[in-house]
């Protein structure tokens, strides 16, 4: 059974960077062909996906987050971990960290998801 689990703080100031770390188990996220992503959704809106790193550590963003978004991992503690720069209120979002088998930007091939984490922008 696979395992995610979202942790970082839910209140960040604006212009500040959002940092947020996904622990995985029950799979190698260096496990051939799985993808890992950060999708969020803000309130009173839909599933929106942010980015990928694979299983060979290559990292895809989408293209209207890409300039803030970064995405790195940790292979020895099996973690991913997204930082958003210059974060506004419209950042305000549940966060959730997802896998999928060859997954890319559509969020409904993601087969194993986090709890997600509510995150605040705010001062």
């Known amino acids: 059974q696979v395992h995610l689990q979202e942790s970082g703080p839910g209140l960040v100031n604006p212009s500040q960077t959002l940092s947020l770390t996904c622990t995985v188990s029950?799979?190698?996220?260096?496990?051939?062909?799985?993808?890992w992503s950060w999708i969020r959704q803000p309130p009173g809106k839909g599933l929106e996906w942010m980015g990928v790193?694979?299983?060979?550590?290559?990292?895809y963003y989408s293209p209207s987050l890409k300039s803030r978004t970064s995405i790195s991992r940790d292979t020895s503690k099996n973690q991913f971990s997204l930082h958003l720069s210059s974060v506004t209120p419209e950042d305000t979002a549940v966060y959730y960290c997802a896998s999928g088998l060859d997954a890319g930007r559509n969020v409904y091939e993601y087969d194993y998801w986090g709890q997600g984490t509510q995150v605040t922008v705010s001062s």
């Open positions: 029950g799979r190698s996220i260096t496990d051939s062909f799985y993808a």
């Open positions: 790193i694979a299983f060979d550590g290559s990292a």
